[in-house]
């Protein structure tokens, strides 16, 4: 995560918040909530996932200094909260909960063709109140994803000036934007799937996301020299 290059940024960003990790829960979102709410909430997302970007983009070396912040403690922190994030998904737990009062009292609803509508979904998205709902369910997967914040964080503090943090928040910004695209047209597509099938992929994306959070934890060891890199 030490590159400036705008190609190696942009495929950073890409595998660490990209399409990949954000449709399934678009998919979610799309069992319950109608097209237009999709969208908004899809546009809302990239909106906010962009700010997130660019403050810590332009920020990255202040809030560093003011909190005390090392790219090691950097890379344990992410490391820890994505697998914790990803260990939910294996085992079936929604940490992104509507809250209590704006869930829906009935464990399975009714889609509005009239199909039922898991009890996952409804947990996570609520259609009388479409964008919050959306939003939270979309926080910790895209707009404060605990890698991504710390790859821009990362990418920035080793920046030369403004224009290499101008740079990563660009192509963080351009992520943001792909995401909300592919979720507006594949959400509604996806959402369509069975929900037996979305658990499935749940579980697999979260052994691999796992996975992705115990490297970079580990690299933040040997960063410290607690571990051998040859380990």
């Not at 890409?14 to 990949?20: A, F, K």
Request: aromatic share 6%; glycine share 10%.
């Amino acid at each position: 995560m030490t590159s400036l290059n705008l190609a190696d940024m942009l495929a950073l960003f890409l595998s660490i918040i990209g399409p990949q990790k954000v449709l399934l829960s678009f998919a979610r979102i799309a069992q319950v909530l109608d097209a237009r709410s999709v969208r908004l909430v899809a546009v809302i997302a990239a909106v906010v996932s962009t700010g997130v970007g660019f403050t810590c983009a332009l920020t990255a070396p202040w809030l560093a200094t003011f909190f005390h912040i090392s790219t090691p403690a950097l890379e344990l922190a992410a490391g820890a909260a994505f697998f914790v994030y990803a260990l939910a998904l294996v085992f079936g737990i929604h940490i992104d909960l509507a809250d209590p009062a704006h869930a829906p009292s009935s464990s399975v609803g009714q889609s509005d063709d009239g199909g039922s509508v898991g009890a996952g979904a409804r947990a996570e998205a609520d259609p009388d109140h479409p964008i919050s709902s959306g939003v939270r369910t979309l926080l910790l997967p895209w707009v404060v994803s605990p890698l991504a914040v710390a790859a821009v964080l990362e990418e920035s503090m080793v920046a030369g000036g403004w224009g290499d943090r101008w740079e990563v928040a660009g192509a963080f910004a351009l992520i943001a934007i792909l995401n909300a695209i592919s979720g507006i047209v594949l959400g509604p597509l996806l959402g369509r799937t069975h929900d037996n099938v979305l658990e499935v992929f749940s579980r697999l994306l979260g052994i691999l996301l796992a996975a992705v959070g115990v490297q970079l934890f580990l690299i933040g060891l040997t960063t410290l020299g607690v571990i051998h890199p040859s380990h």
